[in-house]
């Protein structure tokens, strides 16, 4: 149980474009999500937690107006990178948490901004 | 706050070495441990968690136990092997639903 679905897992766009990264809780209700981003060859970063039918709660130096997030219902929440640029280039991670299988992490999505 | 410390990698061992990885932590609370591992090109994977103090976390053969003295929640592997190659993250977080906290990862590559 316990399943985290994340889609795309890969995706390239054009600089300007924005790009939208979906997560799934496919077996359980998630009320909490997570979205972290990692570099290469770093530790990841918790970007934002992202809270069914309310604002997600942003980190410190996230721009809330580039890492769109909606977590419109139980089972589902949009990371949305608006007019994207090279540097926002990354691998994005989003996790849910529930109390008989702790954490559980999407497959992640790689992000490359040409 | 709180802060999870691991072992500098890289870490190259040859196959059927054993291998620790330390992980320290401060944290406030009663936290949950984890170690995740990140194999290459793909997301994170729960390896093994524990949840209060002297449980022991297992799986694959690897093993962590979370020792609230020393505050460490340090993995071994008794004889790695080169599928084990990967990055391993030691985690925590203290609350149920709440955000974990992540070293910075140690990658370990085993040789044949």
């Known amino acids: 149980g316990a399943v985290v679905s994340q889609h795309p897992s890969r995706v390239i766009c054009k600089s300007g474009t924005s790009v939208k990264i979906e997560c799934r809780s496919l077996?359980?209700?998630?009320?909490?999500m997570f979205w972290y981003r990692q570099f290469p060859k770093q530790s990841l970063m918790l970007m934002a937690t992202?809270?069914?039918?309310?604002?997600?709660?942003?980190e410190q130096g996230v721009e809330k107006d580039k890492f769109l997030i909606n977590h419109a219902s139980l089972t589902l929440s949009t990371l949305t990178v608006t007019s994207a640029h090279p540097e926002d280039s990354s691998f994005y991670i989003c996790?849910?948490?529930?109390?008989?299988?702790?954490?559980?992490f999407g497959s992640g999505t790689r992000l490359t901004v040409v | 706050g709180n802060s999870v410390t691991q072992m500098e990698g890289p870490v190259t061992l040859s196959e059927e070495a054993f291998l620790t990885i330390n992980c320290t932590y401060t944290?406030?609370?009663?936290?949950?441990l984890f170690w995740y591992v990140q194999y290459p090109g793909e997301g994170l994977q729960l390896l093994l968690k524990?949840?209060?103090?002297?449980d022991k976390g297992s799986n694959k053969g690897f093993e962590a136990t979370y020792r609230k003295e020393t505050t460490s929640f340090h993995l071994e592997k008794g004889s790695v092997q080169v599928s084990d190659s990967a990055v391993y993250f030691c985690?925590?977080?203290?609350?149920?639903?709440?955000?974990?906290?992540f070293g910075d990862g140690t990658t370990l590559t085993v040789k044949p």
């Open positions: 996790s849910a948490s529930t109390a008989s299988y702790g954490y559980t």
């Open positions: 077996d359980f209700q998630a009320t909490t």
């Open positions: 992202s809270n069914e039918g309310s604002k997600a709660t942003y």
């Open positions: 944290a406030t609370g009663y936290p949950s």
């Open positions: 524990a949840t209060k103090a002297d």
């Open positions: 985690a925590l977080c203290n609350t149920n639903a709440g955000k974990s906290t």
